[in-house]
């Protein structure tokens, strides 16, 4: 598919805003954990004013670069997350 959806950015809302709501409570390293968390909280920002502009290419854009910073932090230990269908861990 090459079309960037509503319904599909809606999920990826869903998804990345709920691995973020994972990562705060579980943040293993607080001085990276706070500058990853600002990252992530930056981006979701980013992508609801793409997406209230009706945007949904930046949107989505912004929400993979979201979640990118949330695997990221995942895997390297950052965040103590052992959810591998918010995470690309475990």
Same mark, same amino acid.
């Given at each position: 598919? $090459?079309?960037?959806? !509503?319904? #599909?950015?809606?999920?990826?809302?869903?998804?990345?805003? &709920?691995?973020?709501? *994972?990562? /705060?409570?579980? *943040?293993?390293? /607080? &001085?990276?954990?706070?500058?990853?968390?600002?990252?992530?909280? !930056?981006?979701?920002? $980013?992508?609801?004013?793409?997406?209230? #502009?009706?945007?949904? *290419?930046?949107?989505?854009?912004?929400?993979?670069?979201? @979640?990118?910073?949330?695997?990221?932090?995942? !895997?390297?230990?950052?965040?103590?997350? @052992? $959810?591998? !269908?918010?995470?690309? *861990?475990?």
């Amino acid at each position: 598919m $090459d079309v960037i959806t !509503r319904d #599909k950015v809606e999920k990826y809302f869903s998804i990345s805003e &709920e691995a973020y709501d *994972v990562a /705060k409570v579980n *943040v293993a390293d /607080k &001085e990276k954990g706070e500058d990853f968390l600002d990252m992530i909280s !930056r981006y979701i920002s $980013d992508a609801k004013h793409f997406y209230e #502009k009706g945007d949904l *290419v930046n949107a989505f854009a912004a929400l993979n670069y979201a @979640h990118g910073w949330l695997d990221a932090g995942a !895997r390297s230990g950052i965040f103590d997350v @052992h $959810d591998s !269908r918010l995470f690309t *861990v475990d």
